[in-house]
């Protein structure tokens, strides 16, 4: 009777006892400072990316196309804070983002106020009206709580088509009058600033998200998502701690609004639509929920793609392909769709447990080597 000697598996070493890992564990903190900065330093780049921009980096059009996306990197972060951390799902989201673009252009349009006023009025406004459509919209739970909101933000959206006192301008929106701004705002060849007003935004949205997040308010909300009856057995008032996140989305929501207006140059009544707010969770979704960066980049993408499409459906690579081929492509929403379905199937978590999914595999990769 032979005895088999079966080896014991190697060691796991850890992570902060290997060179190389300990050293990127130590830069990891950098890397959003890193990331601010060369996002910052992107405008004076001269690179030009056939196929992905139709310019250089540094052209007007690439850098209002990328501010756009920032914003809405910006939205969906704020948005999460509610779905994502809080466990709150709201149709009614670009109530508050149209409030502050309407807002803003029709202080500085039709009242004459300088920018800086109508912006910080525009922003207390926002976040007064998400207060006390949130204290009411809170009385209510899940599907009940959905469509509370989605009441309201299409109360918003008829007073906005129907020109509401003569201030919105209807169907047909509301150009904003430049005359009012700052020159530093105005013209194409200061889009760089209005990119880097963008990425300000995007910056403090990130920020606050965070420190909420990592604060005793912020546990309390990741614990209402979890499981709401128990914050009320250890004796919080759920209530009061949702009606923090839900005006605190609300008023981020709004200063993104004051920057949007200013990079697209007016107010338009699409925005006023739930068709943004399904949007913004589709962003959420792709990003991956309750994530740091997941609702960032998947804004970003989303808003990327939502652009770059329409150009690519009507190009000469798509209109030479066959009928059944060609029509589909060339429609946005369709890509889009087909995207958003295959990134669910494959990466339920969003593009932030892309790092975990992909990590077995190259660890087997590794080992093969």
């Known amino acids: 009777m032979t005895n088999s000697v079966v080896d014991a598996p190697p060691a796991q070493v850890p992570d902060e006892l290997t060179p190389g890992r300990s050293r990127w564990h130590g830069l990891r903190p950098y890397l959003p400072l890193v990331a601010l900065v060369v996002a910052a330093v992107l405008p004076y780049s001269t690179l030009n990316l056939p196929g992905i921009f139709e310019g250089p980096l540094n052209s007007p059009g690439t850098l209002q196309l990328l501010a756009i996306c920032l914003v809405f990197g910006g939205l969906a972060a704020g948005y999460d804070l509610l779905f994502g951390r809080t466990g709150m799902l709201s149709f009614g989201h670009a109530l508050y983002f149209a409030a502050g673009v309407y807002g803003t252009d029709v202080l500085v349009t039709k009242a004459g106020l300088p920018l800086w006023q109508a912006a910080v009025l525009t922003v ?65 060849t200061n889009t760089v600033n209005l990119y880097w007003l963008a990425l300000a935004y995007l910056a403090l949205v990130v920020l606050v998200v965070h420190r909420v997040s990592g604060s005793p308010t912020g546990r309390v909300l990741a614990g209402l998502r979890d499981d709401e009856r128990r914050i009320g057995v250890l004796g919080l008032d759920p209530y009061r ?49 309750g994530t740091r960066w997941g609702p960032v980049l998947g804004g970003i993408l989303y808003m990327y793609l939502d652009h770059r499409l329409t150009a690519f459906g009507s190009s000469d690579a798509v209109n030479s392909l066959p009928a059944f081929l060609s029509h589909p492509l060339s429609q946005p929403l369709f890509v889009l769709g087909t995207v958003f379905i295959l990134a669910v199937y494959f990466f339920p978590g969003g593009l932030a447990s892309l790092r975990s999914r992909l990590t077995p595999l190259r660890r087997a990769l590794t080992r093969r080597s």
Do not use: C, N
Request: proline share 4%; no cysteine.
């Open 124 to 188: 207390l406004g926002g976040t007064t009206l998400a207060a006390l459509l949130g204290a009411v919209a809170l009385r209510t739970v899940g599907i009940a709580f959905a469509m509370v909101t989605l009441a309201f933000a299409q109360v918003g959206a008829i007073l906005v088509a129907r020109d509401f006192g003569g201030l919105t301008g209807g169907e047909e929106g509301l150009p904003l009058d430049v005359s009012g701004l700052p020159a530093a705002l105005v013209g194409v």
């Open 241 to 289: 701690f949702k009606l923090v996140a839900f005006t605190l989305a609300g008023g981020l929501a709004s200063a993104g609004g004051v920057v949007y207006v200013l990079i697209v140059g007016g107010a338009s009544p699409h925005i006023t639509s739930s068709e943004l707010t399904l949007s913004l969770l589709v962003m959420v979704v792709l990003g991956g929920p």
